[in-house]
């Protein structure tokens, strides 16, 4: 079991930076991959970006790698989503989940824990 809580969303200005943290509790995080949603009024769950078990390896949904950046500190059992240059059209709920999967999806389905979410409103 993990659980997952998410922070550092809040209110910028289009062009600011946020870096959202993600802190789990439970047993053996470091064996979950971890992957960061979003989700935008009336529209549906989004993929951001994923890391591997290490921090090693990173995904990002296509075009964004240029301004998210993931990483992850196992001693700390804390996720980071770095987000720079935002935008308007990246407001919304920001959620962390983690999967047993030994690869990082990209579907909402295959994770398997999920945190509460953190809100980022970004006025243009």
């Known amino acids: 079991q993990v659980q997952l809580v998410e922070s550092g969303g809040g209110l910028v200005q289009a062009g600011g930076s946020l870096r959202l943290s993600c802190a789990a509790s439970?047993?053996?995080?470091?064996?979950?991959?971890v992957g960061w949603f979003r989700q935008a009024p009336g529209k549906d769950y989004e993929f951001v970006a994923g890391?591997?078990?290490?921090?090693?390896?990173?995904y990002y949904a296509d075009g964004e790698a240029g301004r998210f950046t993931i990483s992850r500190d196992n001693a700390k059992n804390t996720v980071y989503l770095q987000i720079n240059s935002l935008k308007a059209e990246d407001t919304a709920i920001y959620y962390c989940?983690?999967?047993?999967?030994?690869?990082?999806?990209?579907?909402?389905?295959?994770?398997?824990?999920w945190g509460q979410g953190t809100q980022v409103t970004v006025s243009s």
């Open positions: 439970g047993r053996s995080f470091s064996r979950y991959v």
């Open positions: 890391v591997s078990w290490s921090g090693g390896t990173t």
């Open positions: 989940a983690a999967s047993s999967e030994i690869y990082v999806p990209r579907r909402r389905y295959e994770y398997h824990y």
